[in-house]
């Protein structure tokens, strides 16, 4: 009969532990969010300067695409790392952010034909700016989030602790 409640203590305990790793993990989940959104943006901009032949626009959109890709794995080993800190992503973020400025301004200068020579309209050109300029709210908006988690300001962080005290 002892052994019967020891499972189900063992049991209680796994589940209990499962659901603290899985708090910490969705700390990160906007960021995480943010991030795939980035990588598929970049994706899609590379694929796109692939077919226009535009070299420095490749390097650059390559280049984004891969460190996205570097930050998402960042991402993904929160599931087994509590540490409150993502530099990679941190960096990333910012380069991001950089770049959506450098390309805002690429837009009003001829030096726009390497980078985003599919602007053919002014429509287009404004639409191109709307995301560019989502791209920078919602990056500065991620790393505010991160700035939060590494100074232990974020919601999560209580939930986590009353979890841990049950």
Known sequence: MAQ????????EHKKREDNIRYLYFSRYLMVRYTVIFFLFSNLLWLLILL????MPGI?????????SGIAAIEQLT?????????????IYLWLQIFVNILLIICTFIPL???FLPFI????????ILTFLLLG???GLSSERRINN?????????KVIKSAKNN
Do not use: A
């Not at 019967?4 to 049991?11: G, L």
């Not at 077919?51 to 535009?54: A, F, G, I, L, V």
């Open 4 to 11: 019967k409640f020891s499972n189900q203590d063992e049991i």
């Open 51 to 54: 077919e226009y032949q535009k």
């Open 59 to 67: 390097i650059l959109s390559g280049l984004m695409t891969f460190l």
């Open 78 to 90: 929160k599931m087994h790392n509590r540490k409150s800190d993502v530099p990679v992503t941190r």
């Open 112 to 114: 726009k034909i390497n």
């Open 120 to 127: 053919t309209s002014s429509s287009l050109k404004y639409l």
């Open 136 to 138: 920078i709210v919602v």
């Open 149 to 157: 988690i590494r100074r232990g300001r974020d919601r999560y962080l």
